[in-house]
C-alpha cells in the first residue's frame, strides 16, 4: 500500500502558477503510476494528469495541456503538478492518486490522498 499527502493548494489570480506536490510513503513509489485528478463543485472527479513510474511517458487532460506539467521524483518519493496560467475555471479541490502499475493508466487509480483545494480569482 501507499499513503499520499497533497499539498501547496491556495489562493491565486488569475494567469498565476501554482505548484502542488504529493509526497508518498513507502518503498516502492517507483512501481507506482501517479495521477492528479480534480473535482470542482457539483462536477464529478476527473483525470488532470498522468506520469508513469519512471516519469518519461506523462499525459494530460486537454483542458490543462500547454499550462499544467506533471512531474516525479523517485528519490523523494514526490510526484508534482506545476499549474501555469491559472484559470477561475480551475477551481477545484486536486487529488493525489498511485496505481501499482508500470504502464500510463488514465482513470483507474486504487491509491487517494485527502486532496488539497486550489481556488483561482478572476
Known amino acids: 500500500q501507499v499513503q499520499l499527502v497533497e499539498s501547496g493548494g491556495g489562493l491565486v489570480q488569475a494567469g498565476g502558477s501554482l505548484r502542488l506536490s504529493c509526497a508518498a510513503s513507502?518503498?516502492?513509489?517507483?512501481?507506482?503510476?501517479m495521477g492528479w485528478f480534480r473535482q470542482a463543485p457539483g462536477k464529478e472527479r476527473d483525470i488532470v494528469a498522468a506520469?508513469?513510474?519512471?516519469?518519461?511517458?506523462?499525459n494530460y487532460a486537454s483542458s490543462v495541456k500547454g499550462r499544467f506539467t506533471i512531474s516525479r521524483d523517485n528519490a523523494k518519493n514526490t510526484v508534482y503538478l506545476q499549474m501555469n496560467s491559472l484559470k477561475p475555471e480551475d477551481t477545484a479541490v486536486y487529488y493525489c492518486?498511485?496505481?501499482?502499475?508500470?504502464?500510463?493508466?488514465?482513470?483507474?487509480?486504487?491509491?487517494w490522498g485527502q486532496g488539497t483545494q486550489v481556488t483561482v480569482s478572476s
Open positions: 513507502g518503498r516502492t513509489f517507483s512501481s507506482y503510476a
Open positions: 492518486a498511485a496505481q501499482l502499475d508500470k504502464g500510463l493508466p488514465w482513470r483507474k487509480y486504487d491509491y
Open positions: 506520469i508513469n513510474w519512471s516519469g518519461d511517458r506523462t
